[in-house]
Each structure stands twice: as structure tokens, then as C-alpha cells.
T-cell receptor, first 116, second 116 residues
Framework: AQKVTQAQTEISVVEKEDVTLDCVYE???????LFWYKQPPSGELVFLIR????DEQNEISGRYSWNFQKSTSSFNFTITASQVVDSAVYFC???WGGGSQGNLIFGKGTKLSVKP | DVKVTQSSRYLVKRTGEKVFLECVQD?????MFWYRQDPGLGLRLIYFSYDVKMKEKGDIPEGYSVSREKKERFSLILESASTNQTSMYLC???????????????FGQGTRLTVV
């Protein structure tokens, strides 16, 4: 079965702290794709990153970085020097199979609160 | 910019009513999705469509149906609304690149439906 687990329901940090959001996935497919989305208080989900199963290279984009480890089926997201504007719900998601598949499932999300 | 537009931001309907939620995307995407979002449960897939007139059940299709007569429009139908269908409904679309990769989904702003 395909599954995405975000064990952290809520995290609260003080501005400028680093924070890591965990994501563990399950899939029997060898070809799959992992995503992170941000949902600010306004409600609209914003795409952050996509990773395919054949590319384990970690990625950094400004204060954001992602660590993909197939050995532990994890795709963790770190925010360095957090800011109040980072406060949002963050979702990890999984898609599998070929490009014509419409499947896309989400974890339950982690609510991040960054306090000034 | 990809635009996914949901017809209403807020809706209040009575139990037993037939409810239509409309979603339109302007980027010629093949895939379209309907999710519902509830506190503590994350996003759950109701239905998705990978082409005109094609649809697949997601994780929680009971009590819902969908219609995709044109590529840009994907409608979610509550045949007889019930109070347990009070939720936030999110529409999304994504490009299908067969055999290449699964692309990210773009989301609408959501429709908060209250059934009384």
C-alpha cells in the first residue's frame, strides 16, 4: 500500500531557529515521486519541491533544504533560520507509476508555528 | 502562471440538497483532482480524472460523483449533501508527461462547504 506519514502534528519554534519536518513514505513501486507543499493561513497549497526515486541528491533552495534517503524511505525538509512567514501547514506527498497516472496522496501535514 | 479556479470560496447548503462544486484550470492539464481537507486528517483524495470523461475513485468516493466533459473543467457533485460532508474541498490539476515523470499539482483556493 502507498502511504505517507508525517509523525509531527505541530511544531513551534522561535524565529531564527532551524527546524526539520519529517516525512516517511511507503510504496512498492520502484518509480515514484515525492513532493512538499506549503499551505499558509490563506489556504492555497503552494508547491515547494519534487523529487523522483532515481535522484537521491539533496537539494538546497535558500533557507530550505531537503534530505532524501531511500534506505530509510524518508524525505525530510529543513528550514534554516526560520522566519514568522514560514508559519504554515506543510504537506509531504507521494505519486507513483508513470506520468499518466493521476495518483497523488498526502500525509496529514505538520503545522509549523514560528514565533517572533 | 497556472491558474486553478474554484467557483466558490464559501458555500452553505442544506441536508439533502444536490451540490455542485466547479473547478476550472487554464493550463491544458490532463490530470485533475478533488480532495477534501479535514483537521487531523490531511488531504484525502475523492476522485481524479486523467482525461476528458475519464475518472478514477480515490480513497473516499462514497457520497460523491464527478464530471469531466471538457478538459479544463472538473466538477464534484454531492448527490444528497449530509452534515458529515462539511469540509474544505480542494481542486488540483497537473500535467501528464507519459512515461517521463509525474509533475507537481497546482491547487485552487479551496471551497469551504458547510452542510446544515
Amino acid at each position: 500500500a502507498q502511504k505517507v506519514t508525517q509523525a509531527q502534528t505541530e511544531i513551534s519554534v522561535v524565529e531564527k531557529e532551524d527546524v526539520t519536518l519529517d516525512c516517511v513514505y511507503e510504496t512498492r513501486d520502484t518509480t515514484y515521486y515525492l513532493f512538499w507543499y506549503k499551505q499558509p493561513p490563506s489556504g492555497e497549497l503552494v508547491f515547494l519541491i519534487r523529487r523522483n526515486s532515481f535522484d537521491e541528491q539533496n537539494e538546497i533552495s535558500g533557507r530550505y533544504s531537503w534530505n532524501f534517503q531511500k534506505s530509510t524511505s524518508s524525505f525530510n525538509f529543513t528550514i534554516t533560520a526560520s522566519q514568522v512567514v514560514d508559519s504554515a501547514v506543510y504537506f509531504c506527498a507521494l505519486s507513483w507509476g508513470g506520468g499518466s497516472q493521476g495518483n497523488l496522496i498526502f500525509g496529514k501535514g505538520t503545522k509549523l508555528s514560528v514565533k517572533p | 502562471d497556472v491558474k486553478v479556479t474554484q467557483s466558490s470560496r464559501y458555500l452553505v447548503k442544506r441536508t439533502g440538497e444536490k451540490v455542485f462544486l466547479e473547478c476550472v484550470q487554464d493550463m491544458d492539464h490532463e490530470n485533475m483532482f478533488w480532495y477534501r481537507q479535514d483537521p487531523g486528517l490531511g488531504l484525502r483524495l475523492i476522485y481524479f480524472s486523467y482525461d476528458v470523461k475519464m475518472k478514477e475513485k480515490g480513497d473516499i468516493p462514497e457520497g460523491y460523483s464527478v464530471s469531466r466533459e471538457k478538459k479544463e473543467r472538473f466538477s464534484l457533485i454531492l448527490e444528497s449533501a449530509s452534515t458529515n460532508q462539511t469540509s474544505m474541498y480542494l481542486c488540483a490539476s497537473s500535467l501528464s508527461l507519459t512515461g517521463v515523470m509525474n509533475t507537481e499539482a497546482f491547487f485552487g483556493q479551496g471551497t469551504r462547504l458547510t452542510v446544515v
